[in-house]
């Protein structure tokens, strides 16, 4: 069977999954009353919770691939103004959605000050220098542009030597460093505090899960997914792409597993073996994928997903921005004050399922809403680029 890479509606299908998984665990009815596959693992260690980032930055690299291909990988002014442009975008969102998180949080926090309207409003928009400078969007950012640069500039035969090198060099840095600690001696920790100060990290143990010296993983966790992509887009037989995936997902798999005792499976630290393991994942995940969807014809199922596939980032900035206001924008019931998500989760969820499972649906509702606005988007074949 032949198929061109650009009708395989797997990837749609596959990053909308992990866009909605992404969603799902960012929006509990209460993070006190949240299901433990819903969690991240505290430290070493895996939940399904910790895959659907890193799935997504795999994606992003196959599709880092089909972007940069159009321009045959050649260093020019439109090529690298795509990259940094883009690379610039994200990472403003990312901080426009930390700076109005804060925006709100201070001003509810200043509303007992009695201030006048404006003192309050200008000591709520300038909370600079409690603004966290890295983050999700931050990361992918970073991680995408330094792929995407190094694409260009190098030949892909060396790509392969050159995820080594990022891999055993940041592997050296956390041994050297302390880096399996969770603690301020960490040397994720002292880099970013010395770089970023206290104040713009988040204080996870005194570790940014998002920092500085954890990006160098990132941008070989991005390598590996633009690595996919090339198989995807050069073979043209869609069983080869198949048997490529596979075999590519079970090496990473079984390397990253034996490494870990050694290099423990870690999210926060984005440890070699972490990308190893779930990029290996992914792979053999978006291959199942393919043959269910693509060579099967299983796709009604799958429709779902479609609307996050297609607009990803918009999806995601569209959900945490919703998320900021639910939380923040707050009334008076019962001569109390209460923010959106509370009234609904405590007023009308918890009494009808209980703590867990109405944090669990109010979830599940909040996926649905972000997921009427893709859908509307969707059936108008609006697909907003970032």
Request: glycine letters at 6%; charged letters at 15%.
């Amino acid at each position: 069977m032949k198929t061109d890479y650009q009708r395989l509606l797997a990837l749609d299908v596959f990053r909308g999954i992990t866009i909605a998984g992404m969603i799902l665990v960012n929006n509990p009815g209460s993070w006190n009353n949240v299901y433990a596959p819903l969690k991240h693992v505290p430290w070493h260690g895996l939940t399904p919770t910790d895959l659907v980032f890193p799935f997504f930055m795999f994606i992003m690299g196959i599709s880092t691939y089909i972007s940069l291909k159009k321009y045959e990988f050649e260093f020019s002014r439109s090529s690298i103004w795509k990259i940094v442009k883009r690379t610039c975008v994200i990472f403003a969102i990312g901080l426009g959605i930390a700076w109005l998180s804060l925006f709100f949080l201070t001003w509810n926090s200043l509303v007992k000050d009695n201030l006048t309207f404006f003192s309050h409003l200008r000591q709520s928009i300038c909370v600079f220098d409690q603004l966290r400078i890295l983050g999700v969007l931050q990361r992918l950012a970073l991680s995408y542009g330094f792929a995407a640069i190094i694409v260009i500039l190098l030949k892909h035969k060396y790509i392969p030597y050159l995820i080594g090198v990022l891999l055993i060099s940041y592997f050296l840095i956390l041994i050297f460093g302390n880096g399996f600690e969770y603690n301020e001696t960490n040397i994720l920790s002292i880099v970013d505090r010395a770089v970023l100060g206290l104040n713009h990290i988040l204080d996870d143990h005194k570790i940014d899960p998002e920092g500085i010296l954890s990006t160098i993983p990132s941008i070989a966790h991005v390598l590996l997914g633009f690595y996919c992509g090339k198989w995807l887009m050069e073979e043209k037989d869609i069983r080869d792409k198949l048997l490529y995936l596979f075999l590519f997902g079970t090496v990473l798999i079984s390397s990253g597993f034996l490494f870990s005792f050694g290099c423990p499976l870690n999210k926060k630290i984005w440890s070699p073996t972490f990308v190893l393991f779930t990029c290996g994942l992914a792979s053999s995940i978006l291959a199942l994928f393919i043959w269910i969807i693509d060579v099967k014809g299983h796709k009604k199922w799958s429709r779902f997903f479609e609307a996050f596939g297609v607009n990803p980032l918009f999806m995601y900035t569209l959900a945490a921005i919703v998320s900021i206001l639910l939380r923040n924008i707050t009334f008076k019931y019962n001569e109390a004050t209460t923010n959106i998500r509370d009234y609904i989760y405590k007023e009308l969820l918890l009494p009808l399922f209980g703590n867990y499972q109405g944090s669990l649906v109010y979830s599940l509702l909040f996926v649905c809403l972000i997921w009427v606005c893709g859908y509307v988007l969707y059936k108008k074949k609006i697909y907003i680029k970032i």
